[in-house]
């Protein structure tokens, strides 16, 4: 059993895989890249967290942990980033790390989009929510143009902004848009 590939508009997001160590501890230790989430994590840190991510993609179950590579492209195929799902009490935390040359591009908006349809339709989790840094005004941006609100409690305390939706919102929200395309 392997968690599945799956693809949005632009993009394939192949799951996580040993050959992808290297761009996993590359990006969760880069002070740039993760200014806008937290802390960078140490290179040792990153292998364990890549590791534990390894094991939970082998479960199959978009109930547990998963990491998905975000690519664009065919058989040379650019890497974007990644997406990743972790599990909460009754929700699903979704977070995208954007590679510098794709940002400002709408991964992120995309991504986050797809992977919480994608649970909701699936029935995996009543809720998803993603968070970033208090600071992050493109962050915020992006999960009111995706029709997410607020959190009032955001996992990690006050240093983050936290955005969440329910699977009636987002039923809701897709009804309406498909509505509007016909």
């Excluded at 895989?17 to 590359?26: G, I, N, T």
């Excluded at 972790?86 to 989009?113: C, D, F, N, Y």
Aim: net charge negative; glycine share 10%.
């Amino acid at each position: 059993m392997t968690l599945p590939t799956l693809a949005t508009e632009r993009f394939r997001l192949r799951p996580l895989a040993a050959q992808d160590e290297a761009l996993y501890v590359a990006i969760y230790t880069d002070d740039a890249l993760m200014r806008h989430v937290g802390e960078p994590m140490t290179a040792s840190d990153a292998r364990r967290a890549f590791d534990a991510f390894l094991r939970s993609n082998a479960h199959a179950d978009l109930r547990r942990a998963c990491c998905w590579v975000i690519e664009c492209g065919g058989d040379d195929s650019e890497v974007v980033g990644l997406l990743a799902l972790s599990p909460h009490s009754g929700a699903a935390e979704i977070g995208v790390m954007v590679l510098a040359p794709w940002q400002g591009r709408k991964v992120a908006q995309e991504t986050i989009a797809f992977l919480s349809g994608h649970l909701f339709e699936e029935g995996a989790w009543p809720r998803t929510f993603s968070r970033h840094a208090r600071d992050n005004d493109a962050g915020a941006g992006v999960m009111r143009r995706l029709g997410f609100h607020a959190m009032a409690e955001v996992p990690g305390g006050s240093a983050f902004r936290g955005w969440e939706m329910t699977r009636d919102e987002w039923m809701r929200r897709f009804a309406a848009q498909a509505g509007a395309g016909q």
